[in-house]
């Protein structure tokens, strides 16, 4: 049994149709390999902050992975697909005027915010968070040295 699987990484909200009052991101996949129901391997594949990438997990074997490899191999095996809902973020609100509203402080903080990773909106105190900041925007800008 093959079939294509479409599966995002990040969704910023399902199909209710409302504004999105949460982010998910795909932490884990659990995957099929074989050729029917009754036969074949299961492999896990498992985002962790740690390692900050994708592992995969095939009985003893462990691998580094990336979001491409990860969504090219998976992509007709994916049985299951995990999600976690992003905490902390800020509720952006509604503007009138696209070019001058969304740059006003109360639109464009919480956008900023948002869009820091889960680690940085964690609770922490405020002279950590300084450093880590600094550190992700530093290797944002000039690529990580791992």
Not at 33 to 53: A, N, P, Q, R, V
Not at 61 to 66: A, E, H, L, N, Y
Not at 84 to 94: E, I, S, V
Request: charged share 20%; with cysteine.
């Amino acid at each position: 049994m093959k079939f294509m699987v479409s599966f995002p990484f990040r969704r910023k909200q399902w199909s209710d149709g409302q504004p999105p009052r949460h982010r998910y991101q795909l932490v884990g996949i659990l995957s099929h390999l074989g050729s029917s129901t009754i036969s074949g391997h299961y492999i896990s594949d498992t985002f962790t902050m740690e390692e900050k990438g994708w592992l995969a997990f095939s009985d003893h074997i462990v691998t580094r992975s990336d979001e491409e490899q990860v969504l090219r191999k998976r992509k007709s095996s994916a049985y299951m697909l995990f999600y976690t809902q992003q905490a902390n973020l800020l509720h952006k609100p509604r503007t009138n005027l696209k070019t001058m509203g969304d740059r006003a402080f109360c639109a464009a903080a919480p956008s900023l915010w948002n869009a820091l990773p889960d680690f940085l909106r964690a609770p922490q105190p405020t002279d950590c968070f300084k450093k880590h900041l600094k550190t992700f925007l530093f290797n944002k800008t000039f690529g990580s040295s791992t």
